[in-house]
């Protein structure tokens, strides 16, 4: 199965400074990448996604890159907000198989 | 557009009781869901897959006569949590997953905050 690490566990910002998160992963064939962002009692929410015949992709802040030789694909996150506070987890995937998630980044921005 | 229903997000109950947890796929058709487990501080833990109108699949642990799946139909899922002790106190999560969605539909429930007294 796949085995995924996620580096950093805990990641402190001040506001307007940028976040990243590195997610590694085991299996070659996967090749779906999504970013979920959990916030305090609530279930994930998908974030960014990005497939394996795509390099990097923006959306605003958040910017998901993959580098499938190396096997990992990073969460940037730039101007943090507060509200960007939450807990962070990438799930690689093969497409339909099931998630197996990392164990998550405890992001902390403060005002 | 891809929106999942979980209800109740909170439930107390006595040691020994059961409690149902239900799942609804507001606008797809969730061919298959999927049942997670999360303690505090941790990531989440697959307990089941279902399809519907077949048998979960339960992953390697997870007692199947305790925690009964149901997935009569294309947009509802159930989790019951038989005889309940204080150590299945958790926060469980649903995702539904349909086909054709951009992110290969899976959404989340907004999850249930179990605890058994």
């Known amino acids: 199965g796949e085995n995924v690490e996620q580096h950093p566990s805990t990641l402190s910002v001040q506001e307007g400074d940028s976040a990243v998160i590195k997610c590694t992963y085991s299996d070659s064939a996967s090749n779906y990448f999504p970013w979920y962002k959990q916030e305090l009692g609530k279930g994930p929410q998908l974030i960014i996604d990005?497939?394996?015949?795509?390099g990097e992709k923006k959306d605003q802040r958040i910017a998901v890159t993959l580098n499938k030789t190396a096997k990992h694909f990073s969460l940037h996150i730039t101007e943090t907000q507060p509200e960007d506070s939450a807990v962070y987890f990438c799930a690689p995937n093969s497409g339909y198989s099931t998630l197996t998630f990392g164990k998550g980044t405890m992001l902390l921005v403060s005002p | 557009g891809a929106v999942v229903s979980q209800h109740p997000s909170r439930v107390i109950c006595k040691s020994g009781t059961s409690v149902k947890i239900e799942c609804r796929s507001l606008d797809f058709q969730a061919t298959t869901m999927f049942w997670y487990r999360q303690f505090p501080k941790q990531s989440l833990m697959l307990m089941a897959t279902s399809n519907e109108g077949s048998k979960a699949t339960y992953e390697q642990g997870v007692e199947k006569d305790k925690f009964l799946i149901n997935h009569a139909s294309l947009t509802l899922s159930t989790l019951t949590v038989t005889s309940a002790h204080p150590e299945d106190s958790s926060f469980y999560i649903c995702s539904a997953r349909g086909t054709g969605a951009r992110n290969y539909g899976y959404t989340f429930g907004s999850g249930t905050r179990l605890t058994v007294v």
């Open positions: 990005i497939r394996s015949n795509v």
